[in-house]
């Protein structure tokens, strides 16, 4: 199991309220009952839609016999539609016109009761079994239905899944075509949309032909039901489609641009940044499937469209793996995902395939490839979810909503492509809950980020700032009392300013606990200098030191920030060196609103590998560890440390700050320059030091 700290406060450990989800903390399920409830109602539901849609929604009284409907009593016109499902004509091998079927031409239609010259098949269906003794899914046939109505007027058809090429005649209007039907391969054209069309009616009588090709695909034909009633239910049903696909998309597309968004804002959380991209490309997805609202702006083939499909569903497949894996760490294997993703990039080898060249992939080979593909992908992805839920993580609830929405979401795919069941929308559905889980469980973390920075406030850092109190050297305690009394019998006034200088330095250290989070920055540096003063009374002429602070600059910055960075340079800079050494303090305004403070010395130095184990906390440096903590969480500051070995180290830290006493915000603190501002040099200290 990986071992990761959260990015907003490196080497926290956050007891009081873990903002990391993946963090293996066991929180209060109070609330969680009512998402288990709701739970158990989409799966309720989506069986209750799915048993409907295919049973009770698809029970009608009137069903094709032989190639005829009657509809002479159907007393549902003008109110809803009604399924072509039944026995059709159908002429393997042949695309006929309307005025190759009988008397067709002459106004009037030859009605086939049971006639034994004429082949019927299952319409809908693979017509594999009825197009060639082989049994095989290539070829060409034409479809024919009479349709009796109950009188005479403007009736309309809806069109799904035609495999993959078709001319559809109502009454001898061609009213939709899709691609180019041809009997041989050279000649045809692949295409794949759903459609309506219009024609009146002649003699109570509608004539449905359709003309069919199908090359390369495992199943061909009419696969999907053709809609027929009046051209206003018809066009209510497409309506009514496109509504509910057009919303689905445009919800995962604000989505995703909203989370683009925040992603840019607090780029570092790489979870954000997948969540966005993968309802984009969701969108993306959703607009070319059904009713393919993609052609109303963009004008594309099948093999297009198959390749935005293809790029599109193994995007979101590596979005969602990404999105786990980072949002739920501790839950997911590093490993896996690595060869999780690299799989799901083989994906994109078939978008450059086209089946129609010699040398190509089969589209059932894609098919199977891509599927398995994503069935692993989204398995690992579920198997996360459900290792969260079983350790009982925070914000459990959302990933019980989660999980089961998108359970019924592959289920309901699984059966529409295994077993030809009829979904209607409910994927459609599942999407919408699915975003909005992932929302709310964003959103959630969100939240929990803004209460831990609101909690840093009086408590929490007083209690991490009295630890730094508690760092003081006895030591140095020890010696500074030494010298100065030592001093004091060879010069008073020495001694006075030492003692002054040890007064300062305590007065910071002793009113610590008074401060409520952040302190004047001229306080911290009147502290320091003191520190520094009392060093070079011990250390004399091994240690010298110069002050540059520029004037009129107001800043805000944790205690014993700096004191400890000096401290550091004195111990284990000059004091290691052979002979004297220097340290510089420099304070500027470094541009608008910000200002850097850099701690310079000439000891030894380190080396590169000892560098990055200060930056990580691995040595046992005073403080250093904490101060890294403590600047990397509040906004608007850095740190950054360089040094070479016999030559140095430099220290620079950058923070907000205003000149001219404006008002400034940082992170959760606001504060106004003071009414009676203390400039640099109001202790009496910097103006002895500025410039030397």
């Known amino acids: 199991m990986s071992k990761h700290k959260n990015r907003d406060e490196p080497g926290i450990k956050n007891t009081d309220f873990p903002i990391s989800i993946g963090k293996r903390v066991k929180r209060p399920r109070a609330g969680n009952g009512i998402y288990i409830v709701i739970s158990i109602l989409i799966f309720m539901f989506s069986l209750a839609y799915v048993c409907i849609y295919n049973c009770i929604g698809r029970a009608q009284q009137h069903f094709v016999e032989n190639g005829v409907l009657d509809l002479r009593d159907w007393d549902g016109l003008g109110k809803r539609n009604i399924r072509l499902t039944g026995e059709w004509e159908f002429y393997p091998g042949e695309l006929k016109e309307p005025s190759d079927m009988p008397n067709s031409a002459k106004g009037s239609f030859d009605i086939h009761d049971g006639d034994e010259d004429i082949g019927y098949i299952k319409v809908p269906g693979d017509w594999s079994p009825y197009l060639n003794h082989r049994g095989t899914p290539d070829g060409a046939g034409t479809y024919r239905l009479v349709i009796r109505v109950p009188e005479d007027g403007i009736y309309g058809i809806k069109t799904e899944t035609i495999r993959t090429a078709g001319r559809v005649f109502l009454n001898g209007d061609e009213i939709i075509t899709m691609g180019k039907p041809a009997i041989t391969r050279t000649d045809f054209v692949p295409s794949s949309r759903y459609a309506m069309g219009f024609s009146k009616s002649k003699e109570g009588i509608v004539e449905l032909i359709i003309q069919v090709s199908s090359f390369g695909y495992p199943s061909g034909g009419i696969l999907k039901d053709i809609r027929f009633g009046s051209i206003e239910t018809i066009v209510n049903h497409v309506n009514r489609e496109r509504a509910i696909e057009a919303f689905t998309i445009a919800m995962s597309l604000i989505t995703g641009i909203m989370f683009l968004f925040v992603f840019f804002q607090r780029g570092y959380e790489t979870y954000q940044g997948y969540f966005s991209m993968g309802n984009i490309f969701m969108a993306l997805y959703l607009s070319t499937m059904n009713n393919q609202l993609l052609s109303l702006i963009l004008n594309y083939d099948l093999i297009l469209r198959l390749r935005i499909q293809i790029f599109t569903m193994t995007a979101v497949a590596l979005c969602s793996l990404r999105f786990m894996h980072h949002f739920l760490r501790d839950f997911s294997n590093k490993r896996v995902v690595r060869v999780l993703s690299i799989i799901g990039l083989s994906v994109f080898i078939f978008v450059i395939n086209d089946p129609r060249r010699a040398i190509s992939f089969r589209v059932l080979t894609g098919q199977i490839y891509v599927s398995l593909t994503m069935i692993i992908i989204y398995a690992y992805s579920s198997w996360i979810l459900l290792k969260a839920i079983k350790d009982g993580t925070g914000f459990l609830k959302y990933i019980i909503l989660i999980t089961s929405s998108l359970t019924v979401y592959w289920f309901s795919m699984m059966s529409k492509i295994l077993f030809e069941f009829h979904i209607g929308n409910l994927p459609q559905y599942m999407i919408l809950v699915t975003v ?229 915000d940082i992170g959760t603190v606001s504060l106004k320059a003071l009414s009676e501002p203390r400039l640099f040099g109001a202790s009496g200290l910097y103006d002895r030091h500025k410039g030397s």
Not at 471 to 499: C, G, M, Y
């Open 436 to 664: 909005l889980g992932i929302v709310l469980l964003i959103n959630a973390r969100l939240h929990a980020e803004f209460k831990e920075v609101s909690q840093l406030t009086e408590e929490r850092l007083e209690k991490e700032f009295k630890y730094f109190y508690s760092q003081i050297s006895p030591h140095f305690l020890f010696n500074t009392i030494n010298t100065i009394i030592a001093l004091s019998f060879v010069d008073t006034e020495k001694t006075r300013k030492a003692l002054n200088n040890l007064s300062v330095y305590f007065r910071g250290k002793l009113e610590l606990h008074m401060e409520k989070g952040l302190i004047p920055l001229e306080e911290e540096l009147d502290m320091v200098i003191a520190y520094l003063e009392m060093e070079k009374l011990r250390y004399g002429d091994e240690l010298l030191f110069e002050v540059d602070i520029e004037g009129d600059l107001a800043a805000v910055i944790p205690p014993l920030t700096l004191q400890p960075l000096v401290e550091n340079a004195v111990n284990h800079g000059i004091k290691p060196k052979e002979g004297p050494g220097t340290i510089k303090l420099t304070v500027k305004y470094a541009g608008r609103e910000q200002i850097e403070i850099s701690i310079e010395d000439d000891g030894v130095g380190m080396t590169p590998e000892k560098r990055a184990q200060l930056i990580r906390g691995d040595l046992k440096r005073l403080g250093f560890k904490n101060i890294i903590r403590k600047i990397k969480i509040l906004k608007g500051f850095s740190i950054d440390v360089q040094s070479a070995l016999n030559i140095g180290t430099t220290i620079r830290i950058t923070l907000p700050g205003v000149k001219g006493h404006e008002n400034f």
